[in-house]
């Protein structure tokens, strides 16, 4: 059963819902988990229109770090840590790229490592991974080949497979991450608890004859819709 995962490096809320997604992935190994790019803030140029300038923005999310900080099952932002360093809050862009660069060279399985560890070394770390040398270190942390990564990420035409997820965000018609979107016709949207994640999925399995340890009857999970005629529909 496929789950295509939407989530953006610099998604404060993104970063709890990756560590809880790893743990569904762990206890349904026959889900198919395709990551998918959805961006906050591709370009400065976006941060201005929603915040007014690009220095107002690092002040305006540290809210959203304290209310996901709450959401994260180990609190682990370091908040502090990021009000007193002087670089302006990175867009989406650069991360996006890495993490898609990441997948083209190791997979689905090392988008994922380098994605958790673009989010680390912000959320965590308090680094500006706008800069690819910050970038690069999160790759030289994992198993994927740094020399190949660094061809993918120069390459146009990984830029364009981000750019691609981004007109299937607006094909699907998903206006938040994180996101899942289940055989491309469920949504959960949100950062909700694991719990709710794993009902959730069963009970789509058992909707749509699909096999999945501890399978059972679940009524009413949550925030789950389904796409239908180019919309979504939520019971």
Known sequence: ???????????????????????????????????????????????????????????GVMSHWEHANQNDDEHRFNIEGMKEEDFLFPTSKNGLIAAKAAGRVAGEAGYWDVFDGIQDALFVQNKDISQQTVLEEVVEKTTVDTAAWRNQYEDPATEQAVLEDLQRVQSYGIQGAPALVIEQKYLISGAQPQEIIEKTIEEIAEKEGFQLQGLQSLGNAGEACRFEDGQWICD
């Open 1 to 59: 059963m496929q789950v295509e995962f939407f989530h953006d490096v610099i998604c404060s809320f993104c970063f709890p819902m990756s560590y809880r997604m790893r743990k569904v992935a762990e206890k349904y190994p026959r889900l198919e988990i395709k990551h998918r790019s959805f961006a906050l803030g591709w370009e400065k140029e976006q941060f201005i229109q929603m915040f007014g300038s690009h220095e107002a923005v690092k002040p």
